[in-house]
């Protein structure tokens, strides 16, 4: 059975008075499980920006959920913490997506407008300047099921097991928007690139931003704008109440 979700893109548009405005849209869309998979992308147990530990801890228990009903409702998970797999390495979800036969994608041309914040500072709302790497696996509140999920940050890896399991579309969470999310080989952009559809759930998200850096917006405000560029310019986003309604409709 497929699941009944409502997207959103924003579009150009001509007001009354005929100056362009940018105009919301929504959508019913279905989601086919067996074309679908659910990407965490860098849901760490740790992060050097204690904003961005701290806004993440109030995710995860809704992330777990999301995890759990789009499984149910046969959709295929993938654990992506970068720079992480060490951990993994000799686990079955690990092991499971390196069997898929070697895809090569096809690179296809699209824009790429600059995002609407400076995160040039690294993005710390909370005062750190230096980043370091102390981050070990994926967080603990996240179950990984090692009998169906699969685990990489490698986007060849991914996208070859997206061709091998006929997946079309990537539900994708995790952080950070404007960073991982967006650029990872793995994230929006690259999949774009490669004809896979992103549909980004929006409020499982968050931005590594410092409201003191342009466009001097509140940290809540810079996420939004990120969310709404990549409605503009990428791919549809929708939300975590969606995903779940339509996952216990098909149950």
Not at 10 to 36: G, I, Y
Not at 176 to 188: E, P
Not at 226 to 248: H, M, N, Q
């Amino acid at each position: 059975m497929s699941l009944k979700v409502t997207t959103r893109v924003q579009t150009k548009a001509r007001d009354k008075n005929q100056r362009t405005v940018w105009e919301t849209v929504e959508s019913e869309e279905r989601l086919d499980p067996a074309q679908t998979a659910l990407l965490l992308c860098d849901v760490w147990d740790n992060h050097w920006c204690r904003g961005a530990v701290e806004r993440l801890e109030t995710m995860v228990p809704r992330m777990n959920q999301i995890v759990e009903a789009t499984r149910r409702a046969g959709i295929v998970i993938i654990h992506a913490p970068s720079g992480t797999l060490a951990t993994y390495e000799e686990t079955p979800a690990r092991r499971r997506i390196l069997e898929a036969p070697r895809a090569t994608p096809v690179e296809l041309e699209h824009e790429d407008p600059p995002l609407p914040i400076d995160a040039s500072d690294h993005g710390s709302d909370t005062g750190e300047t230096e980043t370091h790497q102390p981050w070990a696996s994926q967080h603990a509140g996240i179950r990984v099921d090692q009998d169906r999920d699969v685990i990489s940050d490698d986007g060849r890896e991914i996208y070859s097991f997206f061709t091998a399991r006929g997946i079309r579309t990537m539900l994708i969470l995790g952080v950070h928007t404007n960073m991982c999310v967006l650029h990872r080989t793995f994230g929006i952009k690259q999949m774009v690139r490669w004809g896979i559809r992103p549909l980004l759930i929006r409020d499982l998200t968050d931005t590594m931003y410092n409201p003191a850096m342009p466009p001097y917006v509140s940290h809540e405000e810079g996420t939004d704008l990120v969310v709404g560029y990549i409605e503009k310019f990428w791919c549809p986003t929708t939300t975590s109440r969606a995903i779940l309604d339509a996952a216990a409709s098909a149950a």
